[in-house]
């Protein structure tokens, strides 16, 4: 079990011990602050073709261990501050949750972070963690959307 990593003060801690977890950030040049409902928006409400492709692709190789495949992200926020927001799940093979945090505004500077955290709960979350998801799931997904997304 992987213990939080400091992330000093984010709700993101809440959430910890768990089995994986994974940090991508990015500076950003922009012109106003982007609020973590806005990073939500451009993280998953406006994928490229690939990428739901991709989305279409996991929703297949997951269904018949019965994961939630119809289920959209902003219907599974669970947490909200100023600077970050954190959605996720929890179903009988594996709990997840994901960060999207928001650094402060300065020099029309920002940095953006999504932090992913999931715990499994039985064997088969186990096996979905660690052999399934990973073909269909970041960091090989989210790497190169990350550019694409925050420039």
Known sequence: MKESIAHNNRLINNYYPADYTDTFSQEITC???????EFHNL????????MEWLMCLRN???????LATNIRFADMICE??????????????????????????????????????????NILGLFLLYKI??????????KPYQKETLQ
């Open 80 to 121: 909200k501050s100023p600077n970050e927001e954190i959605f996720g799940r929890q179903d009988k093979h594996l709990s997840f949750y994901v960060s999207l945090w928001c650094g402060n505004f300065h020099g029309n500077r920002q940095v953006l972070r999504i932090t992913t955290i999931v715990k499994y709960n």
């Open 133 to 142: 998801l990973p073909l269909c799931y970041h960091p090989f997904s989210f």
């Open 60 to 66: 297949v190789v997951v269904k018949p261990w019965g």
């Open 43 to 50: 993280a998953f409400n406006q994928l490229p073709k690939w």
């Open 31 to 37: 012109n106003q602050a982007i609020t973590p409902k």
